[in-house]
């Protein structure tokens, strides 16, 4: 296989091919790959290509699938949050019964600093160290001010439906002070938690506990991470005239664009990133054996959507603390797997 | 008071024998299986690629035996010069340096801040 080939997925009308890597030392004929530090240092690189306050779009060039893959994972399933976990319910003469508002009361994003809490076992009792307690009290009334014959619930009725800026924080022993700066809160004032109409009440404590994704989806802290490898698009041999317009229409817009060389219509790429891989390039007789289709196999583009909970760039630093943490803890196990094998004997 | 900055594990708890060496293993150790207990794919595959870059590692292989148990076999055979065991010890320092060399990569780049921000 040609060196440049090898780190390409080739992307064909009915198949992929090439998709494992095979970078393992003594893989290839007269080459030894040995994996050495120094050598990963200088070919990795990352790019970040856009940051929102809940967005994070990245590349990571020169890792292995099960590198972006564990990283991709950790983030989904295994970087601490605080959530709602217990609902004790006073009264809910409301129409969602009480664990179905539990369970909605649970997936609500709690703005709080997970590190600042210390892990509660099911059976430890609930203490200001490790637990927020938030209050939900509402009842429904009628609205005398309202214009007779309205037919709008909310102006109908007083609280005719209950939001997630309707929990109030109650904090415990001296967590007033330990988040004076930032106050417990849900992320999202306006999420819908249930209705109700006159006479109908809801009135419950919850407690809020440290967890991860892994135990449960709604104390994981992004809503998606994902990847995908980034496309390349090879043309073979020139591309002119109408051909060129057709090229240029089976990729979605800014991917190709047709320019104009001593008077002659010719296809260029511009941007492959933009491309889907929809293979539309390969139904078309006239391009075959001129467009080469591949993904380039270690350049990772990752897209993170946090919660809200912790800031996008702080959920990859997290992410990889969780992995060290990993290799530390199976590293010492190792150790102690081997003493204990040689005490034995 | 003792606050934990990432500690994910006192939620699992690391277990009494988080890394066993499973029966069968050659008396020179150059093959062993080791049983890792509360790890999925994630360090698996991983620890996988960082072990199988070793040139004196002849093989690696990771299996999870079954899917309601927290359990992950992975697989090591060496040559004759080293032990399956300073396998996966070298296993286990490659992929913590690569993560923190990741790790500073991304900082050094948000520090850059060489990006659109929205």
Known sequence: ?345 | MEVDSVNYIALLEVPDKKIEILPGASSDLTSVTFCVREEDHTLGNSLRWAIMQNPQVDFCGYSIPHPSEAKMNIRIQTVDQVTAVDALDKGIDDLKSISQFIKAKFQQRVQEGNYAKI
């Open chain 1, 1 to 345: 296989m040609a060196l440049q080939d090898r780190n390409r997925v080739v992307i064909l009308e009915d198949r992929v091919e090439n998709v494992s890597g095979a970078e393992f030392p003594m893989s290839f004929d007269g080459q030894d790959l040995p994996f050495n530090l120094e050598s990963f240092k200088d070919s990795f690189d990352i790019e970040i290509i856009r940051v929102t306050p809940t967005d994070i779009e990245f590349d990571l060039i020169g890792v292995d699938a099960s590198i972006a893959n564990a990283l991709r994972r950790i983030l989904i399933a295994e970087i601490p949050t605080m959530a709602i976990e217990n609902v004790y319910m006073e009264n809910n003469t409301g129409i969602v019964q009480d664990e179905v508002l539990a369970h909605r009361l649970g997936l609500i994003p709690i703005k709080a600093d997970a590190s600042k809490f210390l892990w509660k076992r099911p059976e430890d009792m609930p203490t200001d160290q490790s637990t927020i307690v938030f209050k939900l009290e509402v009842s429904c009334q009628h609205n005398r001010e309202a214009a007779p014959g309205e037919t709008d619930p909310k102006k109908k009725y007083i609280n005719s439906a209950v939001y997630s800026s309707q929990l109030e924080w109650e904090p415990k022993g001296n967590q007033a002070e330990r988040f004076a700066d930032s106050p417990c809160k849900p992320i999202h004032d306006d999420i819908l938690i249930t209705k109700l109409r006159p006479g109908q009440t809801i009135s419950c404590m919850l407690h809020c506990v440290k967890g991860i994704g892994k135990d449960h989806a709604k104390f994981s802290p992004v809503a998606t991470a994902s990847y995908r490898l980034l496309p390349e698009i090879q043309i073979l041999e020139d591309i002119t005239g109408d051909d060129a317009d057709l090229f240029c229409s089976c990729f979605p817009p800014g991917v190709a664009e047709v320019v104009v060389e001593n008077g002659v219509k010719k296809a260029k790429i511009v941007n492959p990133r933009k491309d889907t891989v929809s293979r539309e390039v390969l139904r078309h007789k006239q391009f075959d054996g001129k467009v080469r289709l591949t993904r380039v196999r270690d350049h990772f583009i990752f897209n993170v959507e946090s919660t809200g909970i912790i800031a996008p760039e702080d959920l990859i630093v997290q992410a990889l603390d969780v992995l060290m943490e990993k290799c530390n803890i199976a590293k010492a196990a190792l150790a102690k797997a081997i003493n204990n094998d040689e005490d034995d004997e």
